[in-house]
């Protein structure tokens, strides 16, 4: 058996200001996909089985940036192209695997998967078996899934099961090409609208929903079920949650399976909402609370939503209620040069933060004394991602009053305990950790915190969606509107006829 693979992910926060361009793109070409070998990630969840099964994959390209703006129009035709390109050179195949996000929107395009998904199929043909992984915060729509012999995306927020989700879904396509299985697939969109810190895998609602769902899949009932909160910072026509059934050859009995778990997401709806707690509050919360880590989850500024990572409310309360012992993470190049300017155990005198969009604080004063100046890379130790590298470009530590500022060029979602121990600050022994997130923090820190408050900041990562100015996004849909008859979008089909 012989597969090629290949992918882009991004995950499009369309409200916010700065576009993605070709520049935000890390790409690896031909055999450099190797290096997501033994990863937790859906790439390495691809090439581990390959190995496994001794199937033969030919990898081709593949593209992925930090969550971010709109993708600019030149950037996604460059990268659609050549991973087309490329996949067409790697041909004849038995199948296709495609990693995949599901929340990518690009200027022109506002189902990029659709588009990508679309313009294989066109160089692969009709009858290659076509297998996709997704993101549990993917947006899908019909159209993506038209084209498709499989879908599949993560059962789990922290995303722990990246590389078992693309394991199942190779499975699934090499039983496909076997001729063991004829996969139909039912996709059902009831109208329901969660943020992303909504979205917990280990608490309810989407706990209640993916028991379910397992229980289904045990039963046979179903080969797999795809549950995705959707990303509602896209604002798309088809933002929002997703429940898609394979089955074997059986359509109906897919609908069912759908449907099911749509209609159980709608009754859980009010379980959906989430109300956060004033900064200022917070703080004292924290710290007042008796022990540490207190993690503040600055989720206004959550950077694996797509927001700027220098938001400087929390930093501003920290400082203003003299915390101790807290650590805050942001993203400012300017202060980083500032600080290496100074050099280790120099005074850095300056303005941090809040210099992208004046939507995540104002950029705050600072006077403190560098502590640690370096490269700002690490390795990932997980769950998340486990062996996969990160860079925050240049990074400076910097002492102000209580609190140790940790400086970064690039952003870097927190989710790893490493992002920390790589620049010198034991996590275990502060008092208070702020993480700009919604639910990832949970996958590295969930095991050392002891108390954690989800902070109403301002910004892109915002849990009132009515402070975005929404145009494409199907309405009524709930918590946005009030929805009296709850209209379900529905697809089912198959690939192979
Ligand atoms: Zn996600």
């Not at 969109?189 to 609602?205: D, F, G, I, N, S």
């Amino acid at each position: 058996m012989r597969l090629v693979t290949g992918g882009i992910m991004h995950e499009t926060h369309t409200f916010a200001t700065v576009p993605t361009t070709l520049e935000c793109f890390s790409v690896v070409r031909g055999d450099e996909l190797w290096a997501y070998a033994g990863t937790n990630h859906s790439l390495g969840g691809v090439l581990d089985t390959c190995r496994e099964r001794d199937i033969e994959l030919v990898p081709t390209f593949f593209a992925h940036a930090a969550p971010s703006g709109l993708v600019e129009r030149v950037a996604f035709a460059s990268l659609l192209d050549e991973l087309v390109t490329r996949i067409e050179a790697a041909l004849p195949a038995d199948g296709i695997v495609l990693t995949l996000h599901g929340a990518m929107v690009a200027d022109g395009y506002l189902d990029a998967e659709a588009e990508i998904v679309r313009r294989v199929r066109a160089v692969a043909g009709p009858e290659v078996p076509l297998a996709v992984t997704l993101d549990l915060h993917a947006n899908i729509g019909p159209e993506m899934v038209t084209g498709s012999t499989i879908v599949v995306g993560y059962d789990t927020y922290p995303h722990v099961d990246a590389a078992e989700r693309a394991r199942e879904a190779v499975a699934l396509l090499a039983a496909t090409i076997e001729g063991r299985i004829r996969p139909v697939l039912a996709l059902v969109k009831p109208p329901l609208l969660p943020v992303p810190q909504a979205m917990y895998t280990e608490r309810p609602p989407m706990k209640t929903l993916f028991e379910r769902a397992f229980a289904l899949e045990r039963a046979g009932t179903a080969l797999s079920i795809t549950i995705a909160g959707g990303f509602p910072y896209a604002d798309v026509p088809i933002a929002g949650m997703s429940v898609l059934a394979i089955t074997d050859g059986d359509p109906a009995g897919a609908e069912q399976v759908a449907s099911e778990l749509a209609t159980l997401a709608w009754s859980l709806r009010d379980q959906f909402r989430v109300q956060n707690v004033p900064p200022e509050q917070a703080v004292a919360e924290a710290i007042g609370f008796p022990e540490g880590p207190v993690v503040l989850v600055d989720v206004g500024d959550n950077i694996g939503g797509g927001s700027p990572g220098d938001g400087t409310v929390l930093l501003g309360e920290l400082l203003a209620q003299g915390a101790q012992e807290a650590t805050v993470v942001i993203t400012d190049p300017e202060a980083v040069a500032a600080a290496f300017a100074a050099g280790v155990g120099g005074i850095v005198e300056t303005h941090v933060g809040g210099k992208t969009d004046g939507l995540h604080g104002p950029p705050v004063p600072i006077r403190g004394r560098v502590r640690l100046l370096c490269d700002g890379e690490f390795v990932h130790e997980g769950p998340e991602n486990a062996g996969v590298p990160a860079s925050m470009g240049p990074t400076a530590v910097v002492r102000v009053e209580g609190i140790n500022l940790v400086l970064t060029s690039r952003k870097t979602a927190p989710g790893d305990l490493q992002q920390l121990k790589s620049v010198g600050i034991d996590p275990t022994r502060q008092k208070i950790i702020v993480v700009k997130a919604a639910v990832r923090w949970r996958g590295g820190y969930a095991p050392i915190t002891k108390h954690s408050i989800d902070v109403d900041t301002p910004g892109l990562g915002s849990v009132d969606l009515s402070r975005f100015p929404l145009q494409h996004l199907r309405r009524p849909i709930y918590p946005l509107d009030e929805v009296v008859e709850p209209q379900y979008v529905r697809w089912t089909g198959s690939s192979t006829g």
